[in-house]
């Protein structure tokens, strides 16, 4: 009973709710006759009600004016109708999907993936390349060729190694390039060494070639002559592999601007 009586005592003291329905006056109690501020219907007209047009103007494009200007307002885009002709989602082909289905190829590991862009065929392709651009260098220059001048191929596996050794730089990192082949007990624990020696990959690095310079074709796609196919590869495999949605991010630096950015955390770009 004292709780209920106490409830009460303070709802009491509580001041009047102002319901929904309920208007507030807010006028001007002094009466002052100052339209000074004020704003008239007049002020603002469009170009509908005006009927004239600002010259050189297409008719596509709203005008607004006022007393104090005109502005000119951009037409209405056309916005474009999202209709893919696939589900937006994954396909990996016809092939991979029975693999799965049958159980005889599992997607476990990052190389599986990977191997899906660089097939036994572009892997063929970047080994031709190589060999073929390394032999007119030692020829020229017998840097990193055998002791008795030529040169030793590469093979499908031994680019798939240094490929691999070069992305396992990419995560791990070291002062200097022949710290990773060092038999120090600060860096034993390194992969590299079990890998491949460390002059077979220095020689590769310096050699690699992805597209054959000699063909016309690639001599016209500007300095993305030195991997034009394989970009163009990865791109269509893409497109096949993956359908994307509606919404989509684009990295800043991949879009061209004039732009200018005062506060930028990469002033070099």
């Not at 329905?21 to 006759?33: C, P, R, Y």
């Not at 004020?38 to 008719?59: A, K, M, N, R, Y």
């Not at 690699?208 to 269509?236: C, F, T, V």
Request: glycine share 6%; hydrophobic share 35%.
């Amino acid at each position: 009973m004292a709780s209920c009586s106490r409830a009460s005592a303070i709802r009491n003291t509580l001041p009047p709710r102002v319901s929904s329905t309920s208007t507030v006056d807010f006028s001007d109690e002094s009466g002052s006759d100052d339209s000074e501020f004020e704003v008239t219907s007049s002020d603002f007209t469009s170009s509908e009600d005006s009927g004239d047009d600002q010259p050189g103007t297409s008719s596509g494009a709203g005008r607004v004016s006022t007393t104090y200007g005109g502005d000119l307002l951009p037409p209405m885009q056309k916005q474009i109708e999202f209709s893919p002709r696939r589900q937006p989602g994954v396909y990996l082909g016809d092939g991979v999907a029975m693999a799965l289905r049958s159980g005889t190829k599992k997607f476990l590991t990052a190389l599986n993936f990977f191997l899906l862009f660089f097939s036994a065929e572009v892997v063929a392709m970047i080994c031709e390349n190589t060999n073929k651009y390394a032999w007119t260098r030692i020829l020229e220059k017998p840097t990193h060729s055998r002791p008795d001048g030529s040169w030793k191929e590469v093979t499908p596996s031994e680019l798939l190694k240094f490929i691999g050794l070069v992305i396992y730089m990419a995560i791990v990192k070291v002062p200097r390039l022949k710290l990773y082949w060092n038999i120090g007990s600060l860096y034993s624990g390194l992969l590299a060494r079990r890998i491949m020696p460390r002059k077979r990959f220095i020689a590769l690095l310096a050699l690699l070639q992805i597209a054959d310079l000699d063909d016309p074709n690639q001599q016209s796609k500007g300095k993305l002559r030195y991997m034009w196919w394989l970009l163009e590869h990865i791109n269509q495999v893409s497109a096949q592999l993956f359908q994307p949605n509606r919404d989509l991010s684009v990295d800043e630096h991949m879009v061209k601007s004039k732009g200018k950015v005062w506060n930028s955390s990469i002033p070099k770009r």
